[in-house]
């Protein structure tokens, strides 16, 4: 499970403070009494921070006041009410670019602008390879932040293949690696793998080789600018910035991740189906710091904050590259956006109480870092379709990453080459109208059926399941992949869900643990599941699609014109990528990553 989200740099406080929480009496003449609360734990730990420079993407802003604000945003998710009108940042202009007004007023002119430069660069640069010429619109700097990805070195392979990073290009950014990696579910059992989610890749390191590739291909960086309005006509989106500066493009993507205006605008004040809180931080004076785990579980449900919401914590912890005894901790945990769902701040005070305990360590040995925490939300009907012509999500925006998975970094590279492809077809054919926009981001049976994991992982007070029930499946769950070894596995461990290894995986659970079933019923609830079951008979249908059917198909697609020849090839990569097939790990790939030198 990659990440990107909200950190903050620290540096020790002056202050000692003994207690967690106390209060200060004053007595002002002539005043009643008034009573102050002095600050929380993370407030104290995080106001000692020396505020830097913000960048782009998720996690690109510091403070205490930053978290705040984030909390501030996530109680008005959580509260947000049907119906309510978005601002309207897209608006459909009559007639044509060319013979309005507004041609004089314009900047420049590209065929694709990317608005969203942390992991548009990615698609920037890739379709400046194709020769495109390409603009990146940035709020902040494109620079990425000093919090690490952690990934598997398969997956950064992808981006060699779609030819934007060299095998030299991915050393340089690894920063450290790191085996074998656990999964583990309180004390009913673990297992170890290797060479999963084993990289931590420093985002500083990447992006700025990607930053340098993309404006040697001539591709254009605006930093600094934020999105004012985009106006589509008939022959071109036109970008206006808050700064005042016009730009033109035949095709806007949005990458600008979870909270884009332009998403926002076409999902209204619609509440997500899931949320994943992350809070975490990286600390220095680990004194065992060689293994990773990928998802780890200590303890069963318990309550959070002023006990009105219950958490199932998850924990997923790596060495950093920043020292040998550093170490990246984030604990998450997954919801349903409620008035009562927990906080942020709430879920960082548990994590100073149970880090510790988790990492067998004592919090005032290790030297705090950085504090990471942010929201996820991911909403069922994802991929999201293009809404509009001329403007096509991307990355975070899109909705392609796994509702299990925070951070679209690893769904990025899987997708990337697919995209790439597809959108310089379309721009070359001209189809750049939603219906066939909306090709890109097809439905998938796999990311769908993902939807009955994040459930069964959600703790719900009204479910009636024991408080162990969410750990005591998982562990059924991954003691029946190790069993059917590596191909069923490995493609779960890196969000890519398969008809085959599924069925194997839930055939196993249910002659081995029978009596989980009810629990489980209950847990996820008969109209998700029945749901769920669609979407795992289209699976199949997919996978049987992508392997019968598709060969018979694709030799006779250089037969067909322009416009079918583009949506053929998009519905066979909608088979493919939908059935998880996409996923492969061959021989020479495995040589080649033995020999990589980190």
């Known amino acids: 499970m990659e990440m990107g989200v909200m950190q903050v740099q620290f540096q020790p406080h002056p202050l000692k ?28 730990i995080m106001e000692g921070i020396s505020v830097g420079g913000e960048v782009g993407g998720a996690g690109g802003v510091y403070s205490y006041e930053a978290l705040k604000r984030l909390d501030n945003l996530w109680s008005t998710i959580c509260s947000a009410q049907t119906g309510q009108e978005a601002k309207q940042v897209v608006t459909n202009a009559p007639g044509l670019f060319t013979q309005s007004d507004m041609t004089n007023k314009q900047v420049d002119r590209f065929d694709v602008l990317v608005c969203g430069g942390t992991l548009g660069i990615f698609i920037a640069t ?67 793998v290797s060479d999963i989610l084993n990289l931590g890749v420093s985002p500083a390191k990447l992006i700025d080789i990607m930053r340098e590739r993309f404006t040697s291909l001539g591709g254009v960086i605006f930093e600094g600018c934020s999105v004012s309005s985009i106006s589509v006509y008939q022959d071109t989106a036109v970008l206006k910035l808050m700064e005042g500066k016009i730009l033109s493009a035949s095709l806007i993507i949005d990458a600008m991740g979870n909270f884009s205006p332009v998403l926002k605008q076409i999902r209204g004040n619609r509440k997500p189906d899931g949320v994943c809180l992350v809070v975490g931080s990286c600390c220095r004076g680990f004194k065992e710091n060689s293994t990773s785990d990928v998802i780890f579980s200590s303890a069963e449900v318990k309550p959070v904050g002023n006990g009105n919401s219950q958490a199932q914590y998850f924990w997923e912890a790596f060495p950093a590259g920043s020292g040998a005894l550093d170490r990246t901790t984030y604990m998450f945990t997954y919801v349903e956006p409620q008035p009562s769902s927990p ?54 925006a899109s909705g392609i990453q796994s509702p299990v998975s925070f951070g679209g970094f690893g769904s990025l590279t899987r997708h990337l080459g697919r995209l790439s492809n597809g959108i310089h077809e379309a721009i070359s054919g001209n189809l750049l109208d939603s219906d066939n926009l909306s090709l890109l981001n097809p439905y998938m049976p796999n990311l769908s059926a993902s939807w ?57 659970v249910m002659l081995t643990k029978p009596q989980i079933l009810p629990s489980i019923f209950k847990q996820v609830g008969f109209p998700v599941l029945i749901e769920w079951l669609g979407h795992f008979s289209l699976l199949g249908s997919y996978t049987f699609l992508s392997i019968y059917i598709d060969p018979l198909i694709r030799p006779l697609i250089d037969t067909f014109s322009t416009a079918e020849k583009y949506k053929w090839k998009r519905q066979l990569e909608a088979w493919k990528y939908g059935a998880g097939l996409d996923y492969k790990f061959t021989h020479n790939q495995e040589i080649s990553l033995k020999n990589m030198h980190l």
């Not at 403070?17 to 993370?42: D, G, L, M, W």
């Not at 379709?127 to 950064?156: C, D, F, P, Y």
């Not at 009955?452 to 005591?472: E, T, Y």
């Open 126 to 192: 890739a379709l400046s390879l194709k020769g495109l010429r390409v603009g990146v619109v940035e709020r902040n700097l494109l620079k990425g932040r000093e919090q690490e990805w952690n990934i598997s070195r398969k997956e950064l392979l992808e981006l060699v293949e779609v030819g934007i990073l060299t095998e030299d290009d991915i050393e340089q950014a690894t920063t450290s690696v790191f085996n074998p990696n656990r999964c583990g579910f309180e004390s009913k059992g673990e297992i170890w």
């Open 17 to 44: 403070f003994k207690h967690p929480f106390v209060y200060k009496i004053e007595r002002p003449k002539n005043r009643c009494f008034q009573a102050k609360a002095v600050s929380s734990r993370t407030q104290r």
């Open 452 to 508: 009955l994991f994040q459930r069964a992982m959600s703790a719900r007070k009204d479910a009636g399941v024991p408080p162990d029930f969410i750990n005591d499946l998982l562990n059924a769950n991954f003691q029946s992949m190790q069993r059917l070894g590596d191909p069923v596995l490995r493609p779960f461990l890196q969000d890519v869900i398969q008809f085959g290894p599924l069925v194997k995986t839930l055939g196993l």
């Open 343 to 396: 906080k942020l701040e709430e879920l960082l005070e548990d994590y100073w109480d149970l880090m510790p305990k988790y990492q067998e360590v004592c919090l005032d040995d290790l030297e705090i870092l950085r504090v990471i925490y942010g929201i996820f939300p991911t909403f069922r009907d994802s991929p999201l379709p293009a809404a509009f012509n001329r403007i096509l999500q991307f990355g975070d």
